[in-house]
């Protein structure tokens, strides 16, 4: 069993930053991928990025390379998006989650006005 807890979220001008964390909890997952993805209104959650918890290993969508820089503090069971340059198509609720465990947070508001 896994818990993750997703805050950080907010609302900014565009070119703004935010820093947003997921806090796990619960079993071990050192050898999966934690991932964040998102959801804007009226559209399909799409992938944003992710993370492998034991190798540090990261990927990125393309719509965020550059911009977004995933980590995570294995100490306090931590995973963390830094977000800068944001856009307002960056506007969406952003989940944290170890999609191949089918765990998932509850989801964090993102807001970006121009």
């Known amino acids: 069993q896994v818990q993750l807890v997703e805050s950080g979220g907010g609302a900014v001008q565009t070119g703004g930053s935010l820093r947003l964390s997921c806090a796990a909890s619960?079993?071990?997952?050192?050898?999966?991928?934690m991932t964040w993805y998102r959801q804007a209104p009226g559209k399909e959650r799409e992938f944003v990025a992710s993370?492998?918890?034991?190798?540090?290993?990261?990927r990125y969508a393309d719509s965020v390379k550059g911009r977004f820089i995933i980590s995570r503090d294995i100490a306090k069971n931590t995973m963390y998006l830094g977000m800068s340059s944001l856009k307002p198509e960056d506007t969406a609720i952003y989940y944290c989650?170890?999609?191949?465990?089918?765990?998932w947070g509850q989801g964090t508001q993102v807001t970006v006005s121009s």
């Open positions: 989650s170890l999609p191949l465990l089918g765990y």
């Open positions: 619960g079993r071990s997952f050192s050898t999966y991928d």
């Open positions: 993370i492998n918890w034991g190798s540090g290993s990261t």
